[in-house]
Structures are given as structure tokens and as C-alpha cells.
């Protein structure tokens, strides 16, 4: 069956740095798109980034973009999220989530997902 395994959570003081991976398995890996979404306490899920596998194609948040990068490993069937100049604003769980297909003109939509990971915290103190 389909699995999504992230890994690279923790906690971080301001301004540091953290690298999410998210480890796919049960289907075939490339032509999907994938994505990172974050969640805190009493609010909905948001997207983050996200990319079309297989291809060079990513998207971002505007509240990330230049912060976050997002990249894939087609021999490990792993996608990553690397997060830069982290901010406490950023401290949410954080989901890989994919769709059969590619991603639409604005990347992942959280309605469009197929499947989700089990989620990793990230904290950011300040």
C-alpha cells in the first residue's frame, strides 16, 4: 500500500535550519505531484511547497519563498524540504501529502490529496 514516511523534524532557535524528508512507497514515484503542508492547533491545513516529480516543476507559499526548497530524489523515491532562516511563525506539524497526477497551475491543493504521512513537529523558539 501507499506509504509517506517523513523524518527531519525538531526543534530550532530563530534563524536556523531544518531538512524534512519524506520517504514514498507503494507506487510508482515519478509524474505525481508531492508537497509539504503544516498545520498548528485550530487552524487549517496549508500548503507549503510542492513539486511534480519526475519534472523540475516546484511551488511555494508566499511565506516561505525564499526560505524553503523543496527537492526530490527519484533513486530514493524522496522528496525534501529544506527550511532556512527559520521563524517561529513556522512552528507547525508538517505533512507530506500526494496526488495521482501532476500538481495544478498553483501546486498541491489540500483537496486534491490521495495520501498523507503521519506528520513530524517542527519548533522554532525564539
Known amino acids: 500500500q501507499v506509504q509517506l514516511v517523513e523524518s527531519g523534524g525538531g526543534s530550532v532557535q530563530a534563524g536556523g535550519s531544518l531538512r524534512l524528508s519524506c520517504a514514498a512507497s507503494?507506487?510508482?514515484?515519478?509524474?505525481?505531484?508531492m508537497g509539504w503542508f503544516r498545520q498548528t492547533p485550530g487552524k487549517e491545513r496549508e500548503g507549503v511547497a510542492s513539486?511534480?516529480?519526475?519534472?523540475?516543476?516546484?511551488f511555494y507559499a508566499d511565506s516561505v519563498k525564499g526560505r524553503f526548497t523543496i527537492s526530490q530524489d527519484n533513486a530514493k523515491n524522496t522528496v525534501y524540504l529544506q527550511m532556512n532562516n527559520l521563524k517561529p511563525e513556522d512552528t507547525a506539524m508538517y505533512y507530506c501529502?500526494?496526488?495521482?497526477?501532476?500538481?495544478?497551475?498553483?501546486?498541491?491543493?489540500?483537496?486534491?490529496?490521495?495520501?498523507w504521512g503521519q506528520g513530524t513537529q517542527v519548533t522554532v523558539s525564539s
Open positions: 507503494g507506487y510508482t514515484f515519478n509524474w505525481n505531484c
Open positions: 513539486t511534480y516529480t519526475g519534472s523540475s516543476r516546484v
Open positions: 501529502a500526494t496526488k495521482s497526477g501532476p500538481c495544478s497551475w498553483y501546486g498541491l491543493s489540500r483537496d486534491s490529496v490521495n495520501y
